[in-house]
């Protein structure tokens, strides 16, 4: 099937983008005013938790804790300006990538993501 191309400005993309996710998903759990536990499994530069965070300052959160086993010092201290709350359980002097500092690491699809959105709205 057809994708529309992202296109800044045009609200009209954005939409169709939003019904389509819909339909793929499901509607998101509601945010606003609510306290939100933001966990990704490691960061490594942090532009997808930003996204997320910015997409919960939108919806209105009442505030954001952002939770990881493992992430970059230098990430880390940009992402604490963004959030009410960081845990973090290690920032080790060398980090190459997130997979190094786990047995295995498999992919978590959206599938198993909105699992979890819906058992906990």
């Given amino acids: 099937y057809a994708k529309k191309i992202p296109a800044p400005g045009q ?31 490691g960061i490594a530069t942090g532009e997808t938790v930003k996204a997320a965070i910015k997409y919960l300052r939108k919806k209105k959160a009442k505030k954001i804790i952002l939770a990881m086993p493992v ?11 963004l959030v009410d709350e960081v845990i973090v359980l290690e920032t080790p002097v060398y980090f190459g990538a997130v997979g190094e500092f786990y047995r295995d690491f498999p992919q978590v699809s959206d599938k198993e993501v909105l699992q979890c959105l819906y058992e906990t709205d």
């Fill in 71 to 81: 992430a970059p010092k230098d990430t880390l201290k940009s992402l604490k300006r």
């Fill in 11 to 41: 609200p009209e993309l954005a939409a169709g983008a939003r019904i389509v996710r819909t339909k793929k998903f499901g509607k998101t759990p509601e945010v606003k005013g609510k306290s939100v536990i933001l966990v990704d499994d």
